[in-house]
């Protein structure tokens, strides 16, 4: 189980939280880009073999959303939210 | 029976304290202290179990976790299945027998396989598969598969218990190296949590006769525990395997003796900050023709029953070993009295450290073991030279053997830590650590205690590996996996067929995946296919260890999590009112308890949802509608919030009214569907279907707080701070009036869609006009301290116009009548807004939205979309089951639709449905079929709408 570094109530058990996912590109104007860039858009979701980017939802804390960067072959957090080592 | 074999003296048992149990329907005698292992070997009992695939009969073999012959069933009070009978403490009444023979060890019928056994190799359970027929074999495997049944029903008494812990160094293992450990960071004011999965302190010093210092190295251990005691920052638990290492050091203890006897197990979850891992090592076993018969034993076992146990597994005991380690026990054996007959050293340049340590024994230097003779019990041993000369039998009764030392590395590796092979020692040790941990003592490599705790006296270790005996006179099989049956040559013939890769070895023969998972055997099994593919062991590489390091039982990993303390129910201040006027109560989404029906006495399930129904289409009705997802949005931009997350456009409402909408996620699926209120400029409340309120939540602050952080939008969940008994059905107005309340009710002042504050029956009310049953319908939002009383009120002043209350299921039927979507019934992953008839929703006016690029993008294809239709059975008193397919023409063909709701019309008396069907929209009047197993339905396809179609009702 992860301990997941929140920036208002510091590191919590993993079964606090619910995954929100790796970071994607962000949202395209949708009627600025063609059918297939669209649907990379949403469905091609960064899956690295090392550092990650996503989302954590504080669910079962504050609501807090949060971003880390997670290696995905240590699950060492190598980078927390801003404020939190 | 057989004679006992208790020694006269000595052991860590208390012979005072007799203890009786069963065995296989016998009665023994052990005494406190035993184990059921020991006890047994105590009482002469020589086979204890049969083997798994071809029912060998079996002995012990080991004396803790690693034992990989001996499993037992407990029954009785502590029933439970497949444990090793080295680890189960005994009890006075313990009762236990064997697994996998019947009627007994002793004479067990399933022995024929042993006759059967080259018909039987690796991999015969996957080629039953493949040729002829699977279901040739099925019944024989299914009913030979398994070892223990399951107990029948969880403990009479008694509960089981998790908590969490945090400490500053968490020490696994109590023996010397984890004390010592222990002992460091206790004196340095950390808090430190000590586990060990023994009864007792002292790891293999139980088992030994060491020196440290010139006192029994056992004293040390005793002044270790009592110093450990007396610091507050010390937690030390006894019978507490850790067993599982996972991320951010996060490990997890099966405590199974809490001092409290009301607890039966209770799991740790600790949080380390570092992890001292000193979890020793462990014995590997010899593979030579006939290792597996009942009295070849592990040579450390047999120097624990004599040492610790007070037991002589055998009278005259040979011994065979490539290390040094075997000398010690030999001199531990001469010392209890028990003759040696033979040490058989498969290296021809003994130590002579060794030597001097058993200077009267017969050591056979450059042999090795080559058979066993006996079937039952082991008789003599057959001594082969190394070099090819004659071999000859050497008479015993127990054959000690000794295959060197694993380093019990499983947790290091568990935490992904990685393992380096070292020639030397010829064993894999800890290399580099993945997470703050580090291995001491015989886990990282020093085997001796000497390499430990200053002034520890030991024997210097030596080994020559040796991974199987390979003389041409070897008789019998070589077993690499005692308990799945896996020998030499099922390795071998793996090989040959393919399954080269060490992980595809172990998955193929089964070697190493037992519940001992192969403690004994697998860098054997290594070792063997190394030298079969002429590669070095580092070459090929271990398996993965993964939890658990030993069996755990599912309640002690569940705790106290079950069902309703894990998912409490909800309810509304209504439940108690219902409870006493006859509801049918059960869940209702998102664990809400609602009242299904107010059945009367007598009265069916139908009959009482007619007569509900009834009530609403024609007089009056209310309902509970508390549990429906509510929350409050405020800030400047809530209204481009608004119009963004919802398909429709919303900040056109003026302050009072609203408007119903539906919300998709960006892929263009229905994500719920609601109302939204305007209540001030900058002030909005937005209602949710009950089972997606969380969904949604985590929707709308998941778009503000990550992608959209700039848009002023505070979101405030209010669904426990107003509850709602909504009043519907014609008189639903008159049942207001009679309340009392300063709305003024006229449509033209308080028309459909709309919402006002003031009072009713005297209570601060929110009174909204919505309707989810195609009524007249006021729906009455109070504090929910106020809501018991606002209800009795309610049906006070209802009761002149006969009202009645209303349960879920007539909420369905009324909704059905009326065409109104439901999510999970019409709405999947596949329906979008035109599907349903419901293109209005979907606005052209706005640019953007969620989901509207995705659902131009799937309507631009050319697919057949499944389209909304009412259905009609052409026989009225016909019903339909929900989810019933429809397939073109009835014919038993691919389906093109499904039937979503069937509900009895109390409007139109007959059954009216609605269904998801291919092109369904252009199929009005058409009669399509419904396609049950045995029957096909007729059914004729209408629009979507069974009463009321136009709204006078509704809006009234």
Request: hydrophobic letters at 30%; proline letters at 8%; charged letters at 25%.
């Given at each position: 189980m992860l301990l997941i570094p929140c920036p208002y109530c510091g590191k919590r058990n993993e079964s606090e939280f619910i995954h929100g996912g790796p970071v994607g590109a962000d949202r395209p104007d949708p009627n600025a880009v063609s059918d297939a860039e669209w649907v990379d858009y949403l469905t091609v979701a960064p899956n690295p073999l090392g550092p990650v980017q996503e989302r954590w939802w504080h669910a079962r804390g504050c609501g807090e959303w949060l971003t880390i960067w997670r290696?995905?072959?240590?699950?060492?957090?190598?980078e927390a939210p801003d404020g939190i080592e | 029976m057989g004679s006992s074999s208790r020694l006269f003296s000595g052991g860590?048992?208390?012979?005072?304290r007799p203890l009786h149990f069963r065995f296989n329907g016998r009665v023994y005698q052990g005494f406190e202290g035993d184990t059921l292992a020991s006890a047994l070997l105590a009482n002469g009992v020589r086979v204890t179990a049969r083997s798994f695939k071809y029912h060998r009969p079996r002995g012990i073999v080991?004396?803790?976790?690693?034992?990989?012959?001996t499993l037992v069933e407990l029954e009785g009070e502590d029933a439970s299945g497949n444990r090793p009978a080295t680890t189960v403490v005994l009890r006075e009444g313990l009762s236990a027998r064997s697994v996998n023979c019947w009627p007994s060890p002793g004479f067990?019928?399933?022995?024929v396989n042993q006759v059967l056994a080259r018909f039987l190799p690796a991999g015969f359970y996957y080629k039953t598969f493949k040729w002829p027929n699977w279901h040739l074999f099925e019944p024989s495997i299914r009913k030979a598969a398994g070892l223990a049944a399951a107990p029948?029903?969880?403990?009479a008494s008694g509960h089981f218990e998790a908590r969490h812990a945090h400490a500053d160094v968490l020490v696994v293992g109590a023996g010397p190296a984890g004390l010592k450990g222990a002992l460091e960071s206790g004196r340095a004011g950390k808090r430190v949590f000590l586990a060990d999965e023994?009864?007792?302190?002292g790891g293999s010093l139980l088992n030994r006769t060491l020196t440290i210092g010139a006192r029994p190295a056992m004293g040390w251990v005793a002044d270790a525990v009592a110093e450990l005691h007396g610091m507050k920052n010390v937690t030390h638990l006894q019978n507490?395997?850790?067993?599982a290492y996972r991320e951010h050091n996060l490990l997890i203890v099966n405590e199974r003796?809490?001092?409290?006897?009301?607890?039966l197990e209770r799991s740790w979850r600790v949080r380390a900050g570092e992890v001292v891992i000193a979890t020793g090592a462990t014995e590997r076993a010899m593979v030579f023709?006939?290792?597996?018969?009942?009295?070849?034993?592990l040579a450390s076992s047999v120097q624990a029953y004599v040492?610790?146990?007070?037991?002589?597994?055998?009278k005259r005991v040979a011994l065979f070993t490539n290390n040094n380690s075997a000398y010690a026990v030999a001199a531990d054996l001469a010392a209890a009295g028990?003759?040696?007959?033979a040490i058989l050293d498969s290296r021809e340049n003994v130590p002579p450290e060794a030597l001097e340590l058993v200077p009267d024994l017969p050591v056979h230097a450059a042999?090795?073991?080559?058979g066993i003779f006996g079937?039952?019990?082991?008789r003599a041993v057959l001594a082969a030279p190394v070099s090819g000369g004659t071999p000859k039998w050497i008479r015993c009764d127990v054959l000690a053997h000794s295959g060197g030392w694993n380093p019990t590395v499983h947790l290091w590796s568990q935490s992904r830590s990685s393992l380096r092979y070292d020639e030397g020692m010829a064993a894999f040790l800890p290399d580099e650590?993945?997470?703050?941990c580090r291995a001491v003592g015989a886990a990282a490599g020093?085997?001796?205690?000497d390499q430990i705790v200053e002034g520890g006296a030991d024997l210097p270790y030596a080994i020559e590996p040796l991974w199987r005996v390979d003389v041409p006179v070897q008789r019998g099989r070589a077993f690499l996996d005692i308990q799945n049956d896996v020998s030499v040559s099922d390795v071998h013939l793996a090989l040959r067929e393919g399954y080269c890769n060490v992980e595809h070895v172990k998955r193929y023969t089964?070697?190493?995946?037992g519940i001992d998972q192969g403690k004994t055997g697998n860098i054997n099994i290594i070792g063997t296919v190394a030298m079969q593919q002429g590669l070095a062991l580092p070459q090929v590489g271990t398996t993965t260890f993964r939890s658990p390091y030993t069996p755990v039982s599912f309640g002690a990993i569940g705790g106290l999590r079950e069902d309703s303390v894990l998912f409490p129910y909800r309810h509304t201040p209504v439940t108690r009112w219902n409870k006493s006027n006859g509801a049918v109560m059960y869940e209702a989404g998102a664990r809400w308890r609602r009242p299904g029906y107010f059945p009367k006495p007598g009265e069916s399930l139908q009959e009482a949802v007619n007569r509900e129904c009834r009530a609403v289409r024609e007089g009056v009705g209310v309902y509970d509608g508390s549990p429906l997802g509510t929350f409050e949005l405020k800030g400047r931009d809530v209204s481009e919030f608004l119009d963004f997350i919802?398909?429709?456009?919303?900040?056109?409402l003026k302050p009072g009214d609203g408007r119903y909408g539906l919300m998709l996620s960006d892929d263009g699926l229905i994500l719920d569907d609601g109302v939204a209120f305007r209540l001030d400029e900058h002030r909005w409340m937005i209602s949710t279907s009950t089972g997606h309120a969380d969904t949604v939540n985590q929707h709308m602050e998941k778009l503000l707080q990550?992608?959209?952080?700039?848009?002023q939008v505070m979101i405030t969940t209010v669904t426990s701070q107003w509850n709602n008994a909504t009043i519907c059905g014609p008189r639903a107005r008159e049942v207001m009036q009679a309340l009392g309340?300063?709305?003024?009710?006229?449509p033209q002042a308080f028309p459909f869609m709309s919402l006002r504050d003031g009072t009713v029956a005297g209570f601060p009310a929110r009174v909204v006009r919505v309707s989810f049953t195609g009524e007249l319908s006021y729906e009455v939002n109070v504090a929910p301290r106020h809501m018991a009383a606002l209800w009795d009120k309610v049906m006070d002043a209802g009761a002149p116009f006969s009202i009645l209350p209303v349960g879920s299921e007539s909420n369905h039927v009324l909704r059905v009548e009326k065409g109104f979507l439901s999510l999970g019934h019409e709405v999947?992953?596949?329906?979008?807004a035109y599907d349903l008839g419901?293109?209005?929703?979907?606005?052209?006016?706005?640019?953007?939205?969620?989901g509207k690029r995705s659902v131009m993008l799937r309507r631009a294809g050319s697919a057949t979309r499944r389209e909304l239709v009412g259905i009609l059975p052409e026989d009225p008193n016909q019903q339909i089951p929900e989810g019933a397919p429809l397939t073109p023409g009835g014919h038993?063909?691919?389906?093109?639709g499904l039937v979503t709701a069937c509900v009895w019309s109390v409007v139109n008396r007959r059954w009216v449905g609605l269904a998801l069907l291919e092109n369904g929209q252009a199929r009005h009047g058409e009669t399509a079929h419904v396609r049950l197993r045995d029957a096909v339905i007729p059914v004729t396809v209408t629009e979507?709408?069974?009463?009321?179609?136009?709204g006078p009702r509704l809006r009234s």
């Open positions: 290696d995905t072959r240590t699950h060492d957090i190598v | 860590r048992i208390d012979r005072n080991g004396h803790g976790p690693e034992e990989p012959a067990d019928l399933g022995g029948a029903s969880p403990p023994g009864t007792e302190a507490a395997t850790v067993w003796a809490p001092e409290q006897d009301s607890i023709g006939g290792n597996d018969r009942p009295g070849v034993m040492n610790r146990w007070g037991v002589a597994p055998g028990i003759i040696v007959t042999t090795v073991a080559a079937h039952k019990r082991v650590a993945a997470q703050t020093d085997l001796t205690l089964t070697g190493g995946m919802y398909s429709n456009v919303m900040s056109s990550t992608e959209y952080p700039d848009w309340t300063d709305i003024d009710l006229s999947d992953g596949t329906i979008d419901m293109g209005w929703v979907m606005s052209k006016k706005k640019p953007d939205y969620l038993r063909q691919a389906t093109e979507p709408v069974f009463h009321d179609p136009d």
